[in-house]
């Protein structure tokens, strides 16, 4: 190979390698995001099951009002 097909693929592994360090930077950014999201879905869902009344006495315990 000549030269310069040598830096141009060389210049093209460094330009992959720092997209694919900012795409997993991405994934663990989002994967915190996903984890809260899903807790928020089980309030939810255990507001929908057992009631208001008793996710609002849940709410009150655990924040000790």
Known sequence: M???????IAVHEAVC???YAAIEKS???SDKRMT???YL???VIVCVLFGPGVA????K????L
Request: charged share 35%.
């Open 2 to 8: 000549s030269e310069d097909t040598t830096t141009k």
């Open 17 to 19: 390698a720092e997209r």
């Open 27 to 29: 994934f663990t950014d």
């Open 36 to 38: 809260r999201i899903e």
């Open 41 to 43: 879905l089980y309030a």
């Open 56 to 59: 609002g006495e849940l709410l």
């Open 61 to 64: 315990t655990i924040l000790g």
